[in-house]
């Protein structure tokens, strides 16, 4: 069985901090995929990243910055210089290599980005 | 192509009446899921179609729950006899073989 745990639930920084979500997973396979979602206040996930288990290398995009490291089941997500925009659920979800590859979420973090 | 539609996008009913959702996913995709999420918590996964085949079904969609995919086009979700714990927000993805998710903004549901 997969899961995926999201320790925190709450995080709140000041605006221009920098903040790491954190992602530890557990799968069977050896094949997998590892993605990071947005839900703003709207309620629509947003697609941030996807990795797949054999491409451990560190991806940076703009603010935004992801470890993936095997070796400890984490894929862990940086923003920096965080912004009010910011503000948002943040989930972190895995999915096998087949043909269904339904998604198993963590239970998110809530990111408040104060001004 | 707008992405996925999915309609209504909030719904309120008194429990034990029936209800149903509809999700128009993109064009081109052939595989389509519905995913349940409640407050606080990560969306569930609830089943999944290849064009019009429902392939899986996931222990959480009791046999009040039903979907539909006729002709591999929109899918309906339906609910019979609602219950207060049905209340969620119901989400739709799509994707095809090369592309990733694509997920709808949903349909909250209220039971009262």
């Known amino acids: 069985a997969q899961k995926v745990t999201q320790a925190q639930t709450e995080i709140s920084v000041v605006e221009k901090e920098d903040v790491t979500l954190d992602c530890v997973y557990e799968t069977r396979d050896t094949t997998y995929y590892l993605f990071w979602y947005k839900q703003p206040p709207s309620g629509e996930l947003v697609f941030l990243i996807r990795r797949n288990s054999f491409d451990e290398q560190n991806e940076i995009s703009g603010r935004y910055s992801w470890n993936f490291q095997k070796s400890t089941s984490s894929f862990n997500f940086t923003i920096t210089a965080s912004q009010v925009v910011d503000s948002a659920v943040y989930f972190c979800a895995l999915s096998e290599d087949t043909g269904r590859r339904a998604l198993t979420f963590g239970s998110g973090t809530r990111l408040q980005v104060q001004p | 192509d707008t992405g996925v539609s999915q309609d209504p996008r909030h719904k309120i009913t008194k429990r034990g009446q029936n209800v149903t959702f509809r999700c128009d996913p993109i064009s081109e995709h052939n595989r389509l899921y519905w995913y349940r999420q409640t407050l606080g918590q990560g969306p569930e996964f609830l089943t999944y179609?290849?064009?019009?085949?429902?392939?899986?079904k996931s222990r959480l969609l009791s046999d009040r729950f039903s979907a539909e995919r006729p002709k591999g086009s929109f899918s309906t979700l339906e609910i019979q006899r609602t219950e207060q714990g049905d209340s969620a927000m119901y989400l739709c993805?799509?994707?095809?073989?090369?592309?990733?998710?694509?997920f709808g903004s949903g349909t909250r549901l209220t039971v009262v």
């Open positions: 179609f290849q064009n019009e085949a429902q392939l899986e």
């Open positions: 993805a799509s994707r095809s073989n090369i592309a990733g998710y694509t």
